[in-house]
């Protein structure tokens, strides 16, 4: 399942049901797309927005957890502290194959790493597959991987030391009007993400 339907499947169910005058046009994609050029009403997007002229509803904070399959850690045994991850596979999100600069925090105390890994790639889906075949430890959004944790199909590495956690948000260009249907859109969002377990507020 892609990680946006993890997340969104639910909720958009929930609101068609609740609504059901309403017509949705959903369009997922991993780029930034310009809302106003392409007359979308809304965007989710995580992270710092750079783009001061969009107007952000929070919708909470994605963690990220390292994970590995029972396979690899029985294979490669268990980093003991952050620093044994460079002795490891390690499977990240991104565009190129270099040295990962990579905070860690644990109970006010921060570590700053650079790893080398050993396999970059900007679809999060196909990290998470990966992880699950156990190659390697990788780093994944904690509402991506719960469920195969459940499952044992994953297990948590270095258990309290996670990557900073992201803003997630919806946003909406701030010269256009928000109708009743996003509006309503946008509140049944915030209302699940709170009521959520998978995400901070």
Known sequence: ??????????????????????????????????????????GIRAGTLPDSTLIARRLG?????????????????RPRSPRDLAKHDCLFFGPALVDVGQQLEKDGNVVQLTVSPRMTVTEMDILHAVAKTGLGIALLPAFQCVEDLRARRLERVLRGWDAPSVPLQAVYPSTRHLSPKVKTFVEHLQDRMARSRLFLQ
Do not use: N
């Open 1 to 42: 399942m892609h990680a946006g339907q993890v997340i969104l499947a639910p909720i958009v169910s929930d609101y068609l049901k609740r609504y059901p005058e309403v017509q949705l046009e959903l369009f997922c994609t991993g780029r930034t797309v310009d809302l106003v050029e392409e007359r979308f009403d809304l």
């Open 61 to 77: 904070r994605v963690s990220w957890w390292l994970v590995a399959a029972p396979a690899y850690l029985k294979k490669r045994g």
